[in-house]
């Protein structure tokens, strides 16, 4: 009786262990960490210095490790390994010794040893080679009666990006009218093409244009080129609150023109700064921040500054609302107007990345 009891846990304990091993879909193996303890399970991916481990007997979200505790990992399937010179490795990897692995390739017969502080990468998703993120916001109210009043706006922004290149367009509208009678229209509009000549360093090209009907603008323009720098990009810092933080700026040169309706246009040689600033909070809520500088170069009382800033929340699935606070200022206006326009402008919309 004792004997079948026996074999009875003997099967039970090698069905625990090769069952869950059965689930898994990918490469099971054992994660060695300093202090000596061992982690048996499918190792998902490490990026950004965590390593992801599905665990046996475990159906939750993946166990992150730091990579700076690990001194090893083994398995039999083979992995993709991203080192910090650039080398990119595939095959199956086995701890060497502490801090050391040997990743064994079809190429060659010994395997590669790896040193476990120059990785930068383990299986890491591929990335598309060009992603678009971007928005369309939708607001406005019609009231009619003893007041007819129509109030329209359209925000729109798009982001193209690959490894080396970023495209965005950025564009707005707003209209109203108060009993049939005309009180907003105007057109904001600007396109920019970045080059990142290194990871954080780019150089660009582009234009703005706008048009505003109480500003007597036929229309506003500018091309620009210069240097960028990408102060922080997303993923710096492992932090949930900050690790989709961005903030970028810009200096260059360029030319601007101002053709009114009535008064004398203008148009000069000019200067251009430029801060970009992006910080989703919370998954479900972001604060933004862009704004563009035109000092002239040949009259300094003659420059330009146009801003955006808001908050941005998603309310269902894509869905979001946003408040934003646009600000221009004209130093030389056109006569009988005012140097400075704001605007306050509630949303709803939809974003979008893929």
């Given amino acids: 009786m004792s004997r079948r009891l026996a074999l009875c846990c003997a099967f039970l304990s090698l069905s625990l262990m090769v069952v869950p091993g059965w689930s898994l879909a990918g490469p099971l193996g054992k994660i060695t960490l300093k202090d000596g303890?061992?982690?048996?399970?499918?190792?998902?991916?490490?990026?950004?210095?965590?390593?992801?481990?599905?665990?046996?007997?475990?159906?939750g979200d993946p166990l992150q490790i730091k990579w700076s505790e690990v001194s090893g990992i083994?398995?039999?399937?083979?992995?993709?390994?991203?080192?910090?010179?650039?080398?990119t490795l595939q095959g199956k990897p086995a701890m060497i010794q502490p801090g050391t692995l040997g990743v064994q390739?079809?190429?060659?017969?010994?395997?590669?040893?790896?040193?476990?502080?120059?990785?930068?990468?383990?299986?890491?998703?591929?990335?598309?080679?060009?992603?678009?993120?971007?928005?369309?916001?939708?607001?406005g109210s019609v009231t009619s009666g003893n007041t007819d009043v129509k109030n329209f706006s359209f925000v729109g922004e798009l982001i193209a990006r690959s490894e080396r290149l970023r495209l965005t367009l950025l564009g707005r509208y707003l209209y109203g009218e108060n009993d049939g009678e005309l009180n907003a229209r105007n057109a904001?509009?600007?396109?920019?093409?970045?080059?990142?000549?290194?990871?954080?360093?780019?150089?660009?090209?582009g234009a703005l244009f706008e048009q505003d009907t109480f500003q007597d603008l036929n229309l506003r323009s500018s091309v620009f080129a210069g240097p960028g720098y990408q102060f922080i990009e997303v993923g710096d810092y492992a932090n949930p609150y900050v690790n989709k933080l961005q903030l970028h700026g810009e200096i260059g040169l360029g030319y601007f023109n101002?053709?009114?309706?009535?008064?004398?246009?203008?148009?000069?040689?000019?200067?251009?700064?430029?801060?970009?600033?992006?910080?989703?909070?919370?998954?479900?809520?972001?604060?933004?921040?862009?704004?563009?500088?035109?000092?002239?170069?040949?009259?300094a009382s003659d420059w330009y500054v146009t801003s955006q800033q808001g908050v941005r929340m998603n309310i269902w699935e894509n869905f979001i609302t946003t408040f934003q606070v646009n600000w221009r200022y004209d130093n030389t206006p056109a006569p009988e107007t005012k140097k400075a326009d704001t605007q306050y402008i509630?949303?709803?919309?939809?974003?979008?990345?893929?």
């Fill in 37 to 59: 303890s061992q982690i048996y399970g499918e190792i998902v991916e490490m990026t950004e210095g965590m390593i992801k481990v599905q665990t046996l007997f475990y159906e």
């Fill in 74 to 87: 083994d398995t039999e399937e083979p992995m993709t390994f991203v080192l910090s010179n650039g080398t």
């Fill in 105 to 139: 390739t079809d190429l060659l017969r010994e395997p590669i040893p790896v040193q476990v502080g120059s990785v930068l990468a383990v299986n890491p998703p591929v990335k598309k080679a060009v992603v678009f993120i971007g928005n369309f916001n939708f607001g």
């Fill in 188 to 205: 904001y509009g600007t396109v920019k093409m970045d080059f990142f000549v290194s990871k954080r360093f780019y150089v660009y090209t």
């Fill in 258 to 299: 101002e053709d009114f309706k009535r008064a004398e246009d203008t148009n000069y040689f000019t200067g251009r700064w430029a801060v970009n600033f992006h910080w989703p909070v919370l998954p479900w809520l972001a604060v933004f921040h862009q704004h563009q500088g035109f000092p002239s170069l040949e009259k």
């Fill in 346 to 354: 509630l949303t709803l919309g939809y974003a979008f990345e893929s």
